[in-house]
């Protein structure tokens, strides 16, 4: 059974989008879902999230990655913990898959290291699901109609980022389920539907 689902791609890829539309779809069949979305979701999440998205910023690597995995460790502790515990299905727009994508293969920090620092915050509160939406980087920056400051660290951060995703997706199988971005979101959210009715 599906708890815990995160959408995930790279920039451009239309997972707010997705996220938004699935919640809505959920919500009118009468689920009870609780939305959130990473780096954010808690007073000090939202105010990290400013921090490393926001463009008046300069951060080293690691300090990205360690605010990125304390934002998270605040939104598991806050508000995806008890959400599970009341029976709620979760939602997110990114998860830690998103660390290990960007930070430990984008940045070039090594993903099992990201791994184990993210999931020290998290103490086992994981998503079931991960939805990665694939798109070509040229074509997902191209979408991008505001640019934070990951994303303008270019295309070859992107192309990282990418192929990170898809050797993340090709490991574990059982977690990931990938669609093409390229598609019309109520196509999406319908295959989406479709999987939470199958598990």
């Known amino acids: 059974m599906i708890r815990y689902l995160a959408v995930e ?11 938004g539309a699935l919640v809505e779809a959920l919500r009118a069949r009468g689920r009870s879902v609780v939305a959130v979305r990473e780096p954010g979701g808690t007073p000090a999440g939202e105010a ?8 008046g910023f300069d951060l080293d690597d690691w300090a990205e990655a360690l ?12 508000v995806v913990a008890p959400a599970l515990e009341r029976g709620d299905l979760v939602v997110t727009d990114r ?3 998103s660390s290990l994508a960007y ?28 939805v990665l939406l694939r798109i070509d980087a040229e074509k997902g920056l191209a979408r991008e109609d505001e640019r934070d400051r990951i994303s303008v660290a270019g295309i070859d951060l992107q192309r990282r980022v990418a192929e990170a995703y898809d050797h993340l997706a090709a490991a ?10 390229a598609r019309p979101v109520s196509e999406i959210v319908a295959e989406i539907m479709k999987l939470l009715e199958v598990r």
Request: glycine share 16%; charged share 20%.
């Open 48 to 55: 990290i999230r400013s921090i490393v998205l926001g463009r």
């Open 103 to 130: 930070q430990g293969a984008g940045r070039g920090l090594g993903v099992e290291i990201v791994r184990v620092v993210n999931e020290a915050g998290l103490r086992g509160i994981v998503p079931d699901l991960i």
């Open 95 to 97: 998860s830690y898959f």
């Open 9 to 19: 791609g790279i920039d451009g890829s239309g997972k707010s989008t997705v996220t």
């Open 67 to 78: 605010l990125f995995a304390a934002a998270r460790a605040q939104l598991a502790a806050d």
């Open 172 to 181: 574990e199988p059982g977690r990931f389920v990938v669609i093409d971005a």
